[in-house]
């Protein structure tokens, strides 16, 4: 099967501008999971999909959102970006039942200058 | 919340040398606890789990501990090779927290000849 794909893999914003980001879970996964990772904050949970549906969301401002299609393809947008929102957004799949085990993609770089 | 904390932060070892890297996690409804490897410039790689019905799992050169009672759980390496230089993550999932994992903030493992 192939793997988690997250596209583009880089990209250069200005604040104030808005992006919108993209995962591809693995065949068959039902659950996308968005995580932030940054040096100072380590990995932290944005949110969860399952079925197109949001299922838990993490402590971050409503300017991040995302959503689900139907063929479990994900979408996070992240508006009025400000320079702390650079980052690696990593996306992970799974099945969203047992078993648990969740496979991240290969993250966007996110620059805000 | 959950919150989990790691230790240590930097681990430096002989080739061949075991390693060990511990976390502790404060919910104790926890009942999934994933380790990730992360290479740098890489995606976090799921390499071992353990559920919270099983004390100890092992995979060839790696196992994981679980000590529900003191809410600790810990990654062993033995026979440590120069590839197994990453930052190794460690994780927790709640019951009834969807697939929401909260990360420790990870240990850069560095096998030195």
């Known amino acids: 099967k192939a793997g988690v794909t997250q596209t583009p893999r880089y990209l250069i914003k200005t604040r104030g501008q808005q992006v919108t980001l993209s995962c591809s879970p693995i065949s068959g996964h039902r659950s996308v999971s968005w995580y932030q990772q940054t040096p100072g904050q380590g990995l932290q949970f944005l949110f969860e999909y399952f079925s197109e549906t949001q299922r838990n969301k993490g402590n971050f401002p409503g300017r991040f959102s995302g959503r689900q299609f139907s063929n479990s393809r994900s979408e996070m947008n992240v508006s009025t970006l400000e320079l702390g929102d650079s980052a690696l957004y990593l996306c992970a799949s799974s099945l969203g039942t047992v078993p648990l085990e969740q496979y991240f993609g290969p993250g966007t770089r996110l620059t805000v200058t | 919340g959950e919150n989990v904390e790691q230790h240590p932060s930097t681990l430096s070892v002989q080739e061949g040398d075991s390693a060990v890297i511990k976390c502790t996690y404060s919910?104790?409804?926890?009942?999934?606890f994933p380790w990730y490897k992360q290479e740098l410039g890489k995606r976090p790689q799921l390499i071992i789990d353990?559920?919270?019905?099983?004390g100890e799992k092992k995979d060839q050169r790696i196992a994981v501990t679980l000590n529900k009672t003191a809410k600790h759980f810990s990654l062993h390496i033995t026979e440590t090779q120069p590839e197994d230089s990453a930052v190794y993550f460690c994780a927790a999932r709640a019951t009834g927290g969807g697939n929401k994992l909260t990360f420790g903030t990870g240990t850069q493992l560095k096998v030195e000849l």
């Open positions: 919910d104790s409804a926890s009942n999934y």
């Open positions: 353990i559920r919270s019905n099983v």
